[in-house]
């Protein structure tokens, strides 16, 4: 069993607009798949589709299996318990992702609340312990999200990711709205984290070479349907 199959998925926004059509993708356990592909192309939307976190009216059709779980045809109960503690979201620009208003560590607490991955008394531990592991002091648990860089800002994210412990990792231009030299750093911090956890990770990025570098296989999207699937090198030195 594939930790991810995507089977014929076509997304169509209420507006008649569909922004994928037809995809098939597999990662299986422990694999790094990247999706690549001009902006419009509709990688945001098939990530988001992955977790049923599009807007209500889109219509989402063909299958999403999660470790053999049919993800369209789940309730809603079982959907909760999937967000976070099956697959998570990175998203690009923490700061909207963030809740202005609360601290940082009260928002990785959530997940670990919601899902009860921590015991009740354990929680501030399980948020420091994750703090540490992204690489920031345990004490910026107390900070607001305005009162961390955007590098910082995206390290808490990708903290709150891996919150409940997910197979898989969804990293949706997880580095674009970050200087230069902070995206490497990103970057190698998600290869580490999925690499010591053995996660899968879908990637998305309009940048061909920095998927080329992390992963393992690579999918271009074209006006919402896959135009080429392969090894990340093989894909990368033909385009
Ligand atoms: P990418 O992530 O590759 O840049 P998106 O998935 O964001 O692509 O967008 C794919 C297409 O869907 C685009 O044509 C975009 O304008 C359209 N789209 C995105 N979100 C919505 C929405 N909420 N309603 C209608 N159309 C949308
Ligand atoms: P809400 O205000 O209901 O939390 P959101 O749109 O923020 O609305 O989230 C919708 C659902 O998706 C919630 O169940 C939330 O826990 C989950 N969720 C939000 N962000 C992510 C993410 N990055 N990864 C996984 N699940 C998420």
Redesign the pocket.
Known sequence: MSLLEVRDLTVTYANGARAVRGVDLTVEAGQKLGIAGESGCGKSTLALAL?R?LPAGTEVTGQILLNGEDVLGMKWGRL?AV??AG?????QGAMH?LNAVHRIGDQIAE?IV?HKTAPAGKVKARVAELLEHVGLPAARAQAYPHELSGGQRQRV?IA??LACAPDLIIADEPTTALDVMIQAQILRLIEQLVAEQDLGLVMISHDLAVLADTCDRLTVMYAGRVVEEGPARQVYEAA
């Open positions: 977790l976190l909760r967000r976070w697959a998570s979201i990175v998203f992702s997940p919601l994210m709150m990711a």
